[in-house]
């Protein structure tokens, strides 16, 4: 079946370091993508989304890069803070009803 | 309303009981999901609302849950006959269209 998956699942980065957040996934289809956070407890908080028509979406201290040839994206993360210690997790859009497919996530680790 | 509200937040129940979760969506949402999440996992759908109208059950749900919207606006969630393999994070996420999905907090439940 389709599926969304990550590359690495723990990342550790010092405080004021950039992150890199990789994920794979495999319907070619899919035109539709959103990166969330999910702190210990809490559920899934919306980062940053691209559609399959853009290449790179920025945002505050988040940039998305999408590429559709090898089916990629990445979540960037700025000048990364103790508070982005956290898993991230990226999820397509998916099926007729427009359901969240999620991938296992990467715990973001930050080292002050 | 200033999100999705779910309750309860945590639940402890023996094996073989029945469990029963509510969500709260944002009340202009006509789309509900409720999801699934164990430990180190990306959330998995469960099934879909639009409106009171159930329009997609994931195979995940089995004959022991059932999902409900009477009236279009807060949704539950029963398990009956709870097993061990029942333990995890139910998250409910509402949305107006697609991509503005908004997630609880989660009700974390534990059968022992």
């Known amino acids: 079946g389709e599926n969304v998956g990550l590359h690495l699942p723990t990342l550790s980065v010092q405080e004021g370091d950039n992150s890199i957040i990789n994920c794979a996934y495999s319907n070619s289809a899919s035109d539709y993508f959103i990166w969330y956070k999910q702190e210990s407890g809490k559920g899934p908080q919306f980062i940053i989304d691209?559609?399959?028509?853009?290449d790179k979406r920025q945002g505050q201290r988040v940039t998305v890069l999408l590429n559709k040839t090898v089916k990629h994206l990445s979540l960037q993360i700025a000048a990364t803070q103790p508070g982005d210690s956290a898993v991230y997790f990226c999820?397509?859009?998916?099926?007729?009803?427009?359901?969240?497919?999620f991938g296992t996530g990467t715990l973001l680790a930050v080292q002050p | 309303d200033t999100g999705v509200s779910q309750n309860p937040r945590h639940k402890i129940t023996k094996r073989g009981q029945n469990v029963t979760f509510r969500c709260d969506p944002i009340?202009?949402?006509?789309?509900l999901y409720w999801y699934r999440q164990t430990l180190g996992q990306g959330p998995e759908f469960l099934t879909y609302?639009?409106?009171?109208?159930?329009?997609?059950k994931s195979r995940l749900l089995s004959d022991r849950f059932s999902a409900e919207r009477p009236k279009g606006s807060f949704s539950t969630l029963e398990i009956q006959r709870t097993e061990q393999g029942d333990s995890a994070m139910y998250l409910c996420?509402?949305?107006?269209?697609?991509?503005?999905?908004?997630f609880g907090s989660g009700t974390r439940l534990t059968v022992v």
């Open positions: 609302f639009q409106n009171e109208a159930q329009l997609e």
């Open positions: 691209i559609r399959s028509n853009m």
């Open positions: 009340s202009e949402h006509n789309r």
């Open positions: 996420a509402s949305s107006l269209e697609e991509g503005g999905y908004t």
């Open positions: 999820a397509e859009i998916g099926g007729a009803t427009n359901k969240l497919i």
